[in-house]
């Protein structure tokens, strides 16, 4: 990838870091730390991870691939939706406006981390505009 495509993919992952750990200080701060884990012990995320990971395991490997880009996302994925859990808890307002920028910002962390993923497991798969 290119440098600037390797600095924009790292900042936004570090935004949604620290957004994770600000909306979870907020929540902890404000009592709703139970929250978080109920919404982590749902199964769906780890079910569509098992999955994933079947998948890679599965599937042929081109020549130029290091690993299948399935492995690396069936690893970003719980992550993402933790840090996404841990922003959420602290909302307590529920504004329509808020719930779009944590869209924003941990959807946008996902879409990074699998051009990172790519890059790293299938260079030859990176679209040209981003090598």
């Given at each position: 990838m290119r440098p600037g495509a390797w600095i924009v993919c790292l900042a936004w992952i570090a935004v949604a870091f620290g957004a994770a750990l600000v909306g979870a200080?907020?929540?902890?701060?404000a009592g709703r730390g139970r929250r978080v884990t109920a919404r982590l012990a749902s199964p769906t995320v780890y079910l569509f991870t098992g999955y994933l990971v079947l998948a890679a395991?599965?599937?042929?490997?081109a020549a130029d691939e290091s690993a299948s880009p399935l492995l690396?996302?069936?690893?970003v994925l719980p992550v993402a939706?933790?840090?996404?859990?841990?922003?959420?808890?602290?909302?307590?307002?529920?504004?329509?406006?808020?719930?779009?920028?944590?869209?924003?910002?941990?959807g946008g962390a996902v879409l990074a981390a699998a051009a990172i993923v790519l890059a790293l497991s299938s260079p030859a798969f990176v679209p040209g505009w981003l090598r």
């Open positions: 200080r907020r929540g902890i701060l395991l599965v599937t042929p490997h690396g996302l069936a690893l939706y933790a840090l996404a859990s841990l922003d959420a808890l602290g909302d307590d307002h529920g504004r329509p406006a808020a719930a779009v920028a944590r869209a924003a910002i941990h």
